[in-house]
């Protein structure tokens, strides 16, 4: 099969056979981790499969970002696992659809832009401490029930086809990609373990995946105010975890494909499967940066992988429970490592050196964050937030004043450098006010007003200067500050054709 017109996108061509193939891949890594994550909230299994066969299929219709999969998630897991053991279930549903009502709003308010003020250095974090999650999540298949470690041929057998699993994800491409990797290395795996008896852990060990099609349910709460007070809070925080983990795993793949995403769309295509994930007994979820990755590692770059992974998912639960519980999880768990493996920023180890120490303490924060507190928007908000503080902290030392007296007597200030909040105290400290002749020029042309902070320092210079009795020009600012400036007309001289046309504060 070659490459046909995606009925999806238009403008996008698609390869079937990689879409089909690499859907099957995703589909059977979803199942442990979607049942993994229902367990991790305190839900059923169930409850896990129904939320990925939903917000799969969903986001992989509507979403804007063809090639990402979504599903049930560790990170809205951890958030509602406190909702479900106090209040129940039917709570949960209740707080999924609200959350979804959140980000389909978010996606018509255009907030995804906000994605661009997380710096690199937080996503680099993100990402290093996401596969270290991912990886160490993986350890506890090398465990018995009760914590202890396997041991002897038991050890032996599963670390050994983890190895083969790695092995063969790591080698089949440098000799062919005509069919995903991954899928070959969980049916050789499986095959191995069917034909010599090899006694081992399955999916079916960890929990029975057989069911019917996701029941319609509405949640079955009061509606009233003191539900709203309930749930509201976990709504709250599932819909930005939802949409920042959502936001930057689309960042990640469209850096990988070398293509745009769009995030507003994205935000409404995850509202819109969280409403229906909670109508139909889901838990609700958001992006997979995990199964995003192996299905773009497997060549896959239209929409129909991730509705073939939803379908095939459904498809497990109804009819092919008895099959898909005998697959090894050995075979999975090296599929997760070599995930892992695969999306830890490598060279962001090879850049410390040549980055700033500011850089690298937010990179380094972000990942210990992520992986010690499983707090995703948490790590991001943080390493947004110091991003922001070094580079205000940098860019207020940065600002300058050329001084230097003309023929007539008069002392011009050509301030460079950007002028608000951080920078205000360096720059009153520029001006000798007594000590200046009668008449001073003030020049911002290769500066800016940023703030009304900005705005109330010339407000202070300007009087220190006109109490003392001396006259004080601003030049090349823009009508803005004009129109903020007390006393504007006596001090500012405009030039229509040099004042810049910024503006300090939005009407």
Same mark, same amino acid.
């Given at each position: 099969?070659?490459?046909?017109?995606?009925?999806?996108?238009?403008?996008?061509? *698609?390869?079937?056979?990689?879409?089909?193939?690499?859907?099957?891949?995703?589909?059977?890594?979803?199942?442990?981790?979607?049942?993994?994550?229902?367990?991790?909230?305190?839900? %059923?299994?169930?409850?896990?499969?129904?939320?990925?066969?939903?917000?799969?299929?969903?986001?992989?219709?509507?979403?804007?970002?063809?090639?990402?999969?979504?599903?049930?998630?560790?990170? *809205?897991?951890?958030?509602?696992?406190?909702?479900?053991?106090?209040?129940?279930?039917?709570?949960?549903?209740?707080?999924?659809?609200?959350?979804?009502?959140?980000?389909?709003?978010?996606?018509?308010?255009?907030?995804?832009?906000?994605?661009?003020?997380?710096?690199?250095?937080?996503?680099?974090?993100?990402?290093?401490?996401?596969?270290?999650?991912?990886?160490?999540?993986?350890?506890?298949?090398?465990?018995?029930?009760?914590?202890?470690?396997?041991?002897?041929?038991?050890?032996?057998?599963?670390?050994?086809?983890?190895?083969?699993?790695?092995?063969?994800?790591?080698?089949?491409?440098?000799?062919?990609?005509?069919?995903?990797?991954?899928?070959?290395?969980?049916?050789?795996?499986?095959?191995?373990?069917?034909?010599?008896?090899?006694?081992?852990?399955?999916?079916?060990?960890?929990? %029975?995946?057989?069911?019917?099609?996701?029941?319609?349910?509405?949640?079955?709460?009061?509606?009233?105010?003191?539900?709203?007070?309930?749930?509201?809070?976990?709504?709250?925080?599932?819909?930005?975890?939802?949409?920042?983990?959502?936001?930057?795993?689309?960042?990640?793949?469209?850096?990988?494909?070398?293509?745009?995403?769009?995030?507003?769309?994205?935000?409404?295509?995850?509202?819109?499967?969280?409403?229906?994930?909670?109508?139909?007994?889901?838990?609700?979820?958001?992006? /997979?940066?995990?199964?995003?990755?192996?299905?773009? %590692?497997?060549?896959?770059?239209?929409?129909?992988?991730?509705?073939?992974?939803?379908? /095939?998912?459904?498809?497990?639960? /109804?009819?092919?429970?008895?099959?898909?519980?005998?697959?090894?999880?050995?075979?999975?768990?090296?599929?997760?490592? /070599?995930?892992?493996?695969?999306?830890?920023?490598?060279?962001?180890?090879?850049?410390?050196?040549?980055?700033?120490? %500011?850089?690298?303490?937010?990179?380094?924060?972000?990942?210990?964050?992520?992986?010690?507190?499983?707090?995703?928007?948490?790590?991001?908000?943080?390493?947004?937030?110091?991003?922001?503080?070094?580079?205000?902290?940098?860019?207020?030392?940065?600002?300058?004043?050329?001084?230097?007296?003309?023929?007539?007597?008069?002392?011009?200030?050509?301030?460079?450098?950007?002028?608000?909040?951080?920078?205000?105290?360096?720059?009153?400290?520029?001006?000798?006010?007594?000590?200046?002749?009668?008449?001073?020029?003030?020049?911002?042309?290769?500066?800016? *007003?940023?703030?009304?902070?900005?705005?109330?320092?010339?407000?202070?210079?300007?009087?220190?200067?006109?109490?003392?009795?001396?006259?004080?020009?601003?030049?090349?600012?823009?009508?803005?500050?004009?129109?903020?400036?007390?006393?504007?007309?006596?001090?500012?001289?405009?030039?229509?054709?040099?004042?810049?046309?910024?503006? *300090?504060?939005?009407?």
């Amino acid at each position: 099969m070659k490459k046909y017109l995606n009925l999806f996108d238009f403008s996008q061509e *698609v390869n079937y056979r990689t879409e089909i193939l690499s859907g099957l891949t995703v589909a059977l890594a979803l199942v442990p981790e979607a049942i993994a994550f229902a367990l991790i909230a305190g839900l %059923s299994p169930l409850t896990g499969l129904y939320a990925a066969f939903v917000m799969g299929l969903v986001t992989s219709v509507l979403g804007g970002r063809p090639g990402m999969i979504s599903g049930a998630t560790g990170a *809205v897991a951890v958030v509602i696992v406190s909702l479900a053991q106090q209040h129940g279930v039917e709570y949960v549903f209740a707080a999924v659809v609200l959350a979804g009502v959140l980000q389909v709003l978010a996606g018509m308010l255009r907030l995804g832009k906000l994605m661009r003020l997380v710096p690199h250095p937080v996503i680099f974090g993100f990402v290093n401490g996401l596969a270290i999650i991912i990886f160490l999540s993986q350890m506890d298949q090398f465990k018995n029930a009760d914590g202890s470690w396997l041991s002897g041929t038991t050890m032996l057998f599963f670390s050994g086809l983890v190895l083969l699993t790695m092995l063969v994800i790591w080698g089949l491409p440098k000799i062919s990609k005509a069919v995903p990797a991954s899928l070959v290395a969980i049916l050789l795996v499986f095959g191995l373990v069917l034909a010599f008896g090899i006694d081992t852990r399955t999916i079916g060990d960890i929990a %029975s995946i057989k069911g019917g099609f996701p029941p319609f349910h509405i949640p079955e709460v009061p509606i009233s105010f003191e539900t709203l007070q309930i749930i509201f809070p976990y709504a709250a925080i599932v819909a930005g975890v939802g949409l920042i983990e959502s936001l930057l795993t689309l960042n990640i793949i469209d850096e990988i494909t070398e293509t745009r995403g769009r995030g507003n769309k994205e935000a409404v295509a995850q509202g819109t499967a969280n409403i229906l994930s909670g109508i139909f007994s889901g838990m609700g979820g958001c992006a /997979m940066i995990g199964q995003s990755l192996i299905n773009t %590692s497997n060549g896959a770059r239209a929409r129909l992988s991730g509705i073939v992974a939803a379908l /095939m998912l459904l498809a497990f639960i /109804m009819f092919g429970a008895d099959l898909i519980e005998k697959v090894p999880m050995a075979a999975l768990t090296g599929l997760m490592i /070599m995930v892992a493996l695969g999306t830890f920023e490598w060279a962001s180890l090879r850049t410390f050196r040549r980055m700033p120490k %500011s850089d690298v303490l937010v990179m380094v924060l972000v990942t210990l964050v992520t992986v010690f507190l499983h707090n995703l928007a948490l790590a991001v908000l943080v390493g947004v937030i110091i991003a922001a503080l070094v580079f205000a902290w940098d860019n207020a030392k940065r600002i300058r004043a050329r001084k230097y007296m003309d023929e007539d007597g008069v002392k011009h200030y050509e301030i460079y450098g950007p002028l608000f909040f951080g920078s205000v105290t360096l720059f009153n400290e520029k001006f000798d006010v007594l000590s200046d002749p009668d008449e001073v020029i003030i020049d911002f042309r290769e500066s800016r *007003v940023v703030d009304m902070s900005a705005i109330e320092a010339l407000n202070k210079i300007t009087e220190r200067y006109l109490k003392v009795g001396k006259k004080v020009h601003l030049k090349h600012l823009s009508r803005d500050c004009k129109r903020l400036l007390k006393n504007a007309d006596d001090i500012i001289d405009v030039n229509v054709l040099e004042d810049p046309t910024y503006k *300090v504060v939005v009407d």
